[in-house]
């Protein structure tokens, strides 16, 4: 018993001790590896990236928030833990409903480590709600984000048009909804025009192309009514007619919508937007062109009570002309109508022999007041009178060109002769004239007094200013 607690448990047999023994030596640990924080995360992500690549989580979304890049930032979240996650805009639009706080729902996605934070999130590429579908959340999320905006108010709602002239219809164009609704009209023989829409109705896209359709058709002038229809179908089939793009169309579209979408059980969003909901497209049909029959069957009554009352009426008369016939007062009556109608075409004829001999007599007695006006026509006088004055205006023309020749002959013959007779022409010969410095006395010799004063000269083209400084005076003929 003793050699069982030779060594205590406490002791531990030092080196020296043990290599004195003849024991082995205690072994060597392994050398220590310092890691990086960048290291340790880079290892960190490589192991979850290989063990996580693709889980499945269930939680709770709550700090739900979407970037207007489209991304959906949250956290999910149990009893006793939470995780950040993160879906991408491509993820995001593929979903059927919208991701809020408080909502259960079961993801499927990667698990990433973000080295610079030090975080661990969830990558989700797939999302769906725990208890109710996706499409059945995604439907309700919307009815009750567009009821809070008033888009199923019974205000906002339009009366239809008592009698539509053209109606639009969107719709596919090779559905039976659209040969629903032409079969109806044409029973009903509406006299509507129909502007017919194709569009996609189910798949992808369509919500787009029909929301786009309802807005040309809103555009052509004269659509007094816009149809909206399409056959039944399950959730997933009607499902274009539950997009918010669908729903805002309708109420923004000009005339009032009517939605026949599905079987009478089937309820979309459409049916709630629009201004009044169809069981069917053939009750849609129906619906419109109600005021036309409602109208026919009003002017069918009104056709039998008319035909009734008359009938009636001229029953009545019949009776009483019956009884008046019968008097013993109106004995011969038909007799002397005859007479009174033999006198009546003779007064007649009478007057009209009268009333066309004294239209034939005004003929003749215009015609001579015709005549005689004719002959004092004052026109003709005018004419005349017109005629001698043109005659003496081309005589007085003639005097008066004869008498201006003259006068221009004789007015040149005393031009020239004043042109002869005067000093200019005797300038023209080199003579000049000599006149006092004011111009005013023609100077005819030469006087001692000149000397020293100024004198102009005029010559046959322009004058000369000069100083007399010598004369020299000419002797008479009688001195000589």
Known sequence: MTDLFDLPFEDEPDDEAARAAGGDASPELPPRHVYTISELAHEIEVVLADRFFDIWLEGEVSNCRRAQSGHCYFTLKDDGASLRGVMFASAVRRLRFRIEDGLRVLVRGRLTFYGARGDCQVVCDHMEPQ????????????????????????????????????????????????????????????????????????????????????AQVGRVTGVDVIIVARGGGSIEDLWAFNEEVVARAMAAAPVPVVAGIGHETDVTIADFVADLRAATPSNAAELVVAGHRELAERIERLDRRAQHVVATALARRRVALLRL????????????????????GALGRRLTEAVRLNVAAARRR???????????????????????????????????????????????????????????????????????????????????????????????????????????????????
């Open 131 to 214: 208890g109710a579908g996706a499409l059945q959340l995604a439907f309700e999320q919307l009815k009750r984000r567009l009821d809070g905006e008033g888009l199923f108010a019974l205000a906002r709602k339009r009366r239809l048009p008592l009698l539509p002239r053209r109606v639009g219809v969107v719709t596919s164009i090779d559905g039976a909804a659209l040969r629903d609704i032409v079969k109806v009209l044409r029973l009903r023989h509406a006299p509507v025009h129909l502007v017919v829409a194709a569009t996609r109705v189910q798949g992808e896209g369509a919500a787009a192309d029909i929301a786009r359709r309802l």
């Open 325 to 344: 016939e019968q008097r013993p007062g109106l004995a011969g009556l038909a007799g002397r109508l005859a007479s009174r109608r033999a006198t009546v």
């Open 366 to 480: 215009s015609a001579e007041w015709d005549r005689r006006l004719a002959a004092c026509d004052q026109r003709r006088r005018l004419r005349r009178a017109h005629e001698r004055l043109v005659a003496c205006d081309r005589r007085t023309l003639a005097a008066v060109r004869g008498g201006l020749a003259a006068r221009r002959a004789a007015l040149a013959g005393r031009a020239g002769q004043l042109g002869a007779l005067s000093p200019l022409a005797v300038l023209g010969r080199g003579y000049a004239l000599c006149w006092d410095a004011p111009h005013e006395r023609l100077l005819r010799e030469a006087t001692p007094d000149l000397v020293g004063t100024r004198v102009h000269v005029t010559l046959e083209r322009g004058g000369l200013e000069c100083d007399v400084r010598a004369v020299e005076v000419a002797r008479r003929r009688g001195d000589e």
